[in-house]
């Protein structure tokens, strides 16, 4: 084929196209690559790629010198590259060899995907749904999303209720650092997990020879949440003798530690969370009323996942990106078979639990998707005709759909589009209201 007629259909694609030859220097350009990079075809052509493609790793581990050496295409590498005004454009790149007839490699081709518009659409997705660290587009979590500012500012004790896993140290962390102690100390105690004989000296620390072993003065988790904020875990386990203690910390701001008979000042903000119903308990009379009164000034409830699919999703997403970053790997998401068995699960740890499966499917997988074969055991065996259609609002749904089919085709909607049956300009549309 005459070399103009190449060209013009090269330009033609949408996708950035450049060959180079045997020395990297580039001997085709076309207009998507024009658009794409910045510079001309005139300032390309005989340049060295690395000068005109400039990609992070040009000098580390070059795709296209990889294809030229093994004569194996490489397909789909994810890189930023440079474009002429210096910014940095996230790409999906592709190369292959050129062959002359008798088979002799003469250089290399390389084929380019702009996929800034996926990465701003994760990012918007994702930044519309995160509220410090967390992540919902469940109604009832978004909704403590909006008052939780003016809770942390106004210093009242708040109580948070939630299974095991759903994520209710992370509301608390994030009351403290929403609120006008965010510069003092954040300071946990787990109620449940401390034997009842240590837990009052751990709370109000104690004085040097208060008991046998008290050696010297030992501070209490009380003194050192100063200026700052507590966390009182698992706060049903507080036995009763501790209950009274607290109910006057909250009442009169103030506490003595063991074997002293001077009161000391709490300047402490009291966040206490509880995975068992405090009513139940105050009913049964192992919970005092009043200290629960007290406690709940704000009560914050946060849903198991199960009751909240939607998010499944979007924290598979967030754990990924967690994890990529934390295990320096590259994996783009789950196959659409992993999803529905993630989707369908119910989830009795909540969200830990499934930080849990993410990170051992990070473990497993070798490629750039989660498969079913990376779940833990017990999730591959849910058996197929078990798996029902997830109850998740059709929007958020479409959303999810279309966010994956773009990935999958790494961007480019033309191909995304015929795939979900639908026009251009349609997902155009739907992208725009996502
Ligand atoms: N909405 C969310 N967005 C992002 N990460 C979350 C979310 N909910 C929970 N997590 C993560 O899940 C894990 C468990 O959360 P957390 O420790 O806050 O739960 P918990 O309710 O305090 O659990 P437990 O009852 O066992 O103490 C943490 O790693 C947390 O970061
Ligand atoms: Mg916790």
């Not at 700052?228 to 910390?249: A, C, M, N």
């Amino acid at each position: 084929m005459p070399s103009n007629k190449i060209e013009t259909i090269l330009d033609c694609i949408a996708d950035g196209v450049f060959t180079v030859d045997n020395e990297f220097r580039i001997t085709s350009f076309n207009k998507a690559a024009e658009r794409i990079t910045g510079f001309t075809r005139k300032e390309a052509v005989g340049q060295f790629c690395f000068e005109i493609f400039r990609t992070d790793v040009c000098f580390v581990k070059c795709p296209l010198k990889e294809s030229i050496k093994t004569g194996k295409e490489i397909t789909n590498l994810e890189l930023s590259i440079l474009d002429k005004n210096n910014r940095e454009i996230p790409v999906s790149v592709s190369t292959s060899v050129l062959k002359d007839k008798k088979g002799k490699i003469i250089g290399g081709v390389e084929t380019f995907r702009d996929l800034s518009l996926i990465k701003e659409m994760d990012k918007e997705i994702k930044e519309k749904y995160t509220f410090n660290d967390i992540v919902s587009r469940n109604k009832k979590i978004r909704e403590i999303f909006n008052i939780l500012p003016d809770v942390a500012k106004s210093d009242v004790a708040v109580l948070i209720v939630g299974e095991s896993g759903t994520g209710k140290e992370l509301f608390a962390n994030a009351i403290h650092h929403l609120s006008n102690r965010k510069n003092g100390p954040f300071i946990k105690i787990n109620c449940g997990a401390i034997p009842e004989t240590l837990l009052e000296s751990e709370l109000f620390g104690y004085k040097k020879g208060a008991f046998t072993d008290a050696k010297k003065d030992k501070a209490g988790r009380f003194q050192l949440a100063q200026g700052g904020t507590i966390l009182l875990d698992e706060i049903g386990d507080l036995p009763k003798s501790l209950q009274v203690k607290l109910l006057r910390v909250l009442e009169t701001k103030e506490f003595e530690p063991l074997g002293s008979t001077i009161s000391e000042k709490a300047d402490v903000r009291i966040l206490s969370s509880t995975n068992r119903p405090l009513e139940e308990l105050v009913e049964d009379g192992k919970f005092r009323e009043d200290l629960y009164y007290r406690l709940n000034v704000i009560k914050i409830e946060i849903p198991p996942l199960r009751e909240r699919k939607e998010d499944i999703p979007i924290l598979i997403d967030h754990f990924i990106e967690k994890f990529n970053r934390k295990m320096r790997k590259n994996i783009k998401g789950v196959t659409a078979e992993a999803m529905e068995i993630l989707l369908n699960h119910s989830y009795p740890g909540n969200v830990r639990e499934m930080e849990n499966i993410l990170e051992h499917g990070f473990i497993l997988s070798k490629g750039s998707y989660i498969d079913r074969s990376h779940l833990p055991l017990y999730l591959q065996k849910i058996k197929k005709s078990k798996i029902v259609a997830p109850k998740i609002n059709l929007k958020q749904w479409e959303a999810e759909i279309i966010k994956n089919v773009i990935k999958k085709h790494n961007g480019n909607l033309t191909k995304a589009a015929k795939e979900l049956g639908i026009h251009r300009t349609t997902l155009w549309r739907k992208l725009k209201r996502i």
